[in-house]
């Protein structure tokens, strides 16, 4: 069997049920890791990029051409992208940034609950795999290849209960780090740093539709909470 084979093999591959103390104890680290701040720092990178992520993906669908994402210093990032400066478009590339890192973990989820763990570390290979055209300085490399090493020996060589451990607890850490992306977007609108009430993604839509940014921060919220209630669901087998 060639790698290629034992590749797919691995990706298409049923696990048993995620055990719910494996869905707990994952899901407790988790918010661990998004609790305390030293952490959060280290895991908010991850979170930026499917962030960013998010903007090209629906900048591409809009017809915009994707110019790269530059990470900064400080573990915020810009996607730079061609197109109308106004219109629907705009505001879907807007949109698209602060729920993307919660749906992709609701997928995540998803995908747990179906028994495919494995296709869950694939997916965020290949998720990263793309990253990598577009991200523009060592930083954001470094930050790709610090996720992808240790993403791919797990998925390679690590047996059905750690896989299944791995990907809930990056399925948490998207779930439950997207609300908290929110909540700084909103301590920042308040306090004016670090884009405060002139670069934001929510300041931003304010100015292109005349609804008050404060909605569009609203809106981020509840869309992020929804996602982490329902992921949160399937990864620990409740009832829908």
């Not at 055990?19 to 979170?47: C, I, K, M, N, Q």
């Not at 797990?154 to 908290?180: D, E, F, I, K, N």
């Amino acid at each position: 069997m060639s790698w290629l084979e034992q590749a797919w093999s691995r990706a298409t591959a049923l696990a048993p049920a995620l055990p719910v103390e494996t869905a707990l104890a994952t899901g407790l680290v988790a918010l661990g890791v998004v609790a305390w701040r030293p952490s959060w720092r280290a895991w908010r990178t991850a979170l930026v990029l499917a962030h960013e992520g998010g903007h090209g993906v629906v900048a591409a669908l809009a017809g915009r051409r994707l110019r790269g994402i530059r990470l900064h210093p400080d573990a915020s990032a810009v996607t730079v992208s061609v197109g109308p400066a106004r219109g629907l478009g705009v505001v879907a590339v807007l949109l698209a940034g602060y729920p993307a890192p919660a749906l992709v973990g609701l997928g995540a989820a998803a995908l747990l609950a179906a028994g495919r763990p494995a296709a869950v570390l694939w997916a965020v290979l290949l998720a990263l795999a793309l990253l990598a055209v577009q991200v523009r300085g060592w930083r954001a490399v470094g930050a790709l290849a610090a996720t992808a090493v240790p993403v791919g020996v797990v998925t390679w060589w690590a047996p059905a209960p750690a896989l299944q451990a791995v990907a809930a607890l990056l399925a948490w850490g998207l779930l439950l780090g997207a609300p908290r992306g929110v909540a700084e977007l909103a301590r920042s609108r308040r306090t004016g740093r670090g884009g405060g009430r002139s670069g934001s993604d929510a300041d931003q839509l304010a100015r292109l539709t005349g609804v008050p940014g404060l909605l569009w921060v609203g809106l981020f919220a509840l869309a992020t909470t929804a996602a982490a209630v329902w992921g949160g669901s399937l990864l620990l087998g409740l009832p829908h």
